[in-house]
């Protein structure tokens, strides 16, 4: 008889070790590993004696399809996962609790079901009646969806092995399932593991598209292994702020379309609605005439989406200043700073600063560092920035603003929304954007930004204006607000 050989796995990130310990080496938690029985890790279905057989090796010339996909009958949707379902295809989706990812799930496969396809959506948290609670509250409960509350992989695959292969099926959540394969608690990394490991070889043994629901721990990462973000085809994460109606659905990995697509929604009370023109909705309560406020003409995927920035400057009390900020880097908050204060003389160690992208919006690119700094700047000597106006460069730490790509697809996104101006990288001249009928001002330092706007403060009252345009403000020197 085999001998049991216990470990300790971390139950966050999946690391093991041979004995206990407080802390986790690998994610830095403290008291998360449990012991598990190590011998059960590789399920006996899977073993197997046999020799290896020869298989025929293939060059990289040679025709190739696309794959057939799936549409989900949600354009949002379709577009972050690159087109629609590909057949035998499974995809991991994260987010907060009551963010919305049952709602977006109930919703998709409810307009697949119409269509005519078997879907098939089990949920391992709640009753069927619970799920039929929330269908008929979308008024999606005459969508022929087949239902069913189960936690066993094992009864899961039977059952969808009888009659017609489905379509999609969604695990409402992989957390909650098991398999008796292994010895382990469900919920345990060992059992996540191993149930996503079953659930994929039926995906890919039947071309049955398959969609895990995953929880989210208190940073922001989907619970459990990362091993099974990489057992999975694609990861998409939905994002959004609780006090906000917008929900973002954010490709994180995809192998069959990009990565860098996002999804607009808003939340109502009968449930999601697609937002095409995201730029539009987010800037529908923008505030005009305020100072501290910058319109940033951003990339998100192949889509451009213009975004308010908001800063608020004020002197501090406190002997360490506080530096908040929401929707952005906060690293990246604090090189624009260091660059504000190094290169164009302004001093902000004496005051709080506190940033914030309007709508619940996350930005990743440095394009955003010039409308930062923009609303920063204004924010601090009190000066209002045009309204017709938008913002984006790439900030250098020698205060040298660089180029940043598709400017032509941004200049006419803000030129459809009615912006007259652009603020933008000197190299960015000339681009192709004549089109897009912009009067463009292209900078090459960023102490050129701050002594613009510091001209239209000193314009309110100021006497301490700058003689010269490029010159660096005296009272930024001085560290006055």
Known sequence: MAKNTLSFVCQNCGAAYNRWQGKCESCGEWNTLAEEDATGNVPVSIRSKRKGRTFALESLSGKTQDAPRLSSGMTELDRVTGGGFVRGSVLLVGGDPGIGKSTLLTQATSLMARAGHRIVYISGEEAVAQVRLRAERLGLSDAPVQLAAETSVEDIVSTLSEGAVPRLIVIDSIQTMWTDTVESAPGTVTQVRASAQALIRFAKKTGAAIILVGHVTKDGQIAGPRVVEHMVDAVLSFEGEGSQQFRILRAVKNRFGPTDEIGVFEMTGLGLREVTNPSELFLSERDLGTPGTAVFAGIEGTRPVLVELQALVAPTSLGTPRRAVVGWDPSRLSMVLAVLEAHCGVKLSGHDVYLNVAGGLRIHEPAADLAAAAALVSSLVNAQLPTDAVYFGEIS?????????????????????????????????????????????????????????AARGSRRGDSSAPAEKNATPARFRRGEG
């Open 397 to 453: 730490l020698s205060g040298v603003v660089r180029p940043v790509a598709q400017t032509p697809a941004r200049l006419k996104e803000a030129a459809k929304l009615g912006f007259q101006r652009a603020v933008l990288p000197e190299s960015a001249r000339g681009e192709p954007a004549g089109d897009a009928g912009l009067s463009l001002n292209a900078i090459n330092s960023l102490t050129t930004l701050v002594a613009e706007i």
